[in-house]
């Protein structure tokens, strides 16, 4: 079955370059209705244009398709509201979010600055909250939203010298966590995209033959699945050269010992059993562990849970 958006409009941050242009085109091929947002700044955040973003509408509309330019600071949540109400003002709704935008302000923890970091912070993390904010009570009247916020390897498993954009990717996972407990039963799906591919972020990274393999549209052929009608809920998508796999966040079963035992000690000598992968489970929300600890330590306890 072909994945179509006729009658769905999507807003994609970062969208002037790279991976957010080729959501953005892919979209609006694909019959969305397409808000292309794009400060237009350098990749480490600094000037403004709006010539990027303008150039992916007019490449949108040459092949048929519907879609308008802005240029709001995503960190700015007044700039965000008024995109908001820019799309809706002009086609009544807002179905799709993709939280793309991001800089880099790479050194290592003991080299940058604590300017640089909440700088990346402020786009990467905030910037995802105004957004999802500013179309969060919207997609609960429709009763349908997706949106996507784009993680990174660099916050799942970490990368020398990118503490600050690290930090901030796991946090949007965080958020993906707990939006998708308060969206449920609206219809609004939350997921995480985590791609690698050839971009202004990695140019200097990688040579030549290696980039020619990471072309962001297969990273937007996963992007394109996690904004469908049957998109997944709470997914992290890994994508790159072709290449997609779910990453996951799993709790081991854990010890759990009785109450006059409980001690560091304890805890060191049986750290092994304790990091033991066996029985290990995906939580779907925070109280499940607290569930789990307290139905074992019940046991380990002699208490009754019946």
Avoid at 44 to 65: L, N, R, T, Y
Avoid at 129 to 151: D, P, S
Avoid at 241 to 253: L, N, Q, S
Avoid at 276 to 293: H, M, P, R
Wanted: overall charge negative; proline content about 1%.
């Amino acid at each position: 079955m072909t994945i179509k958006f006729e009658g769905k409009v999507a807003i994609v941050t970062g969208a002037g370059n790279g991976l957010g242009k080729s959501h953005a085109l892919e979209l609006a091929r694909r019959g969305a209705k397409v808000v292309v947002n794009d400060l237009g700044g350098a990749r480490d955040g600094s000037g403004a244009s709006s010539e990027a973003a303008q150039a992916v509408v007019e490449e949108i509309k040459a092949f048929g398709g519907e879609a308008m330019a802005n240029g709001a600071n995503v960190a700015n949540y007044e700039e965000v509201e008024a995109m908001v109400k820019q799309a809706v003002d002009a086609w009544g709704r807002v179905d799709i979010l993709v939280n793309n935008a991001g800089i880099l302000r790479d050194k290592s923890f003991v080299k940058g600055t604590l300017d640089d970091f909440k700088l990346v912070l402020d786009v990467h993390v905030m910037g995802t909250v105004n957004c999802t904010k500013a179309v969060w009570e919207l997609m609960r009247e429709q009763g349908y939203g997706r949106i996507v916020n784009t993680t990174s390897s660099s916050g799942l498993y970490g990368n020398f010298g990118q503490s600050n954009y690290g930090a901030a990717k796991m946090a949007v996972v965080g958020l993906m966590n707990t939006l998708v407990l308060e969206g449920a039963k609206y219809d609004i799906r939350v997921n995480c995209l985590s791609p690698t591919a050839a971009t202004r972020m990695t140019e200097d990274l990688m040579q030549k033959e290696h980039l020619d393999l990471l072309k962001p549209e297969s990273v937007t052929a996963g992007l394109v699945y996690l904004v469908s009608e049957d998109a997944p809920n709470r997914t992290i998508l890994a994508a790159g050269a072709g290449g997609f796999a779910r990453a996951v966040i799993y709790e081991t079963d854990g010890v759990v010992f009785a109450e006059e035992n409980v001690s560091p000690e304890a805890v060191a000598e049986n750290f092994e059993a304790i990091a033991s992968g066996d029985n290990q489970k995906e939580l779907q929300a925070g109280g499940e562990q607290t569930i789990k600890f307290l139905l074992k330590s019940a046991e380990a306890n002699g208490i009754s849970v019946g």
